[in-house]
């Protein structure tokens, strides 16, 4: 038999929360999702591993300057433009100081950090936070639940047969699948407030 969702107080976000320099739990949340996606995204535009550790650093120290004055407005944009246009705009700075670009890598980025409409950003960001809220709703919920959930949602399994091999009711599956998706979009809404374009709401 699979237990009841569990229901977290509301917490704030968390891009309200890293506006308190003092808040080092939103500090170390902010970082373990983000600087991952930073990096990841400045090496494949093609700095090499120190540069694009370089530009990371100079990301977050850009964002930790910035939060304290920081008013987010949903309303005029993403949390996840606001960052991009940051880490674009580092990219060009390091770009302009040298070349630091592994070989063969130099075409693509202008247009990378030039915010075309054709860039990735958006796709890495959804993904990243996507992966951190899974990771971290994961240990709120019994194996049964975490399993119906996993193999409807990420592996597209019918709900008949995951509930044959579980040896539950189809409509406990159906119900896993719902409770974790509320959970998880509460956890994306604390990561990033801001829901991934790819998440459904059921």
């Known amino acids: 038999m699979m237990a009841q969702d569990p229901t977290p107080l509301t917490r704030p976000s968390l891009i309200i ?5 003092r808040d ?22 093609g700095l ?3 540069d694009a550790s370089d530009v990371t650093q100079e990301v977050l120290s850009q964002v930790a300057r ?3 004055g920081f008013e987010y407005q949903p309303q005029r944009g993403r949390f996840r433009d606001w960052l991009g246009t940051i880490t674009r705009n580092k990219l060009i700075d390091h770009r302009r100081r040298g070349p630091g ?3 063969g890598m130099e075409d693509g980025l202008e247009d990378a950090v030039a915010g075309d409409p054709g860039s990735d950003w958006a ?4 993904t990243q936070v996507l992966k951190t809220a899974l990771s971290r709703i994961e240990p709120d919920f019994e194996s049964t639940t975490w399993e119906a959930f996993v193999s409807v949602w ?4 019918s709900a008949p047969e995951v509930a044959r091999r579980l040896g539950v009711p189809v409509e ?8 974790v998706l509320k959970r998880l979009r509460q956890e994306i809404h604390v990561l990033a407030d801001d829901l991934p374009l790819h998440l459904p709401r059921s």
Not at 17 to 21: H, L, Q, T, W
Not at 28 to 43: A, D, K
């Open 17 to 21: 929360r890293i506006r308190d320099a």
């Open 24 to 45: 080092d739990a939103a500090w170390s949340m902010f970082l373990e999702t983000y600087t991952p996606l930073i990096y990841g995204y400045c090496r494949r535009k």
């Open 48 to 50: 090499q591993d120190s």
């Open 66 to 68: 910035t939060a304290r």
């Open 101 to 103: 670009l592994a070989a």
């Open 123 to 126: 796709d890495e960001f959804n």
């Open 154 to 157: 990420l592996r597209h399994e």
């Open 172 to 179: 406990s599956i159906y119900v896993a699948k719902s409770r």
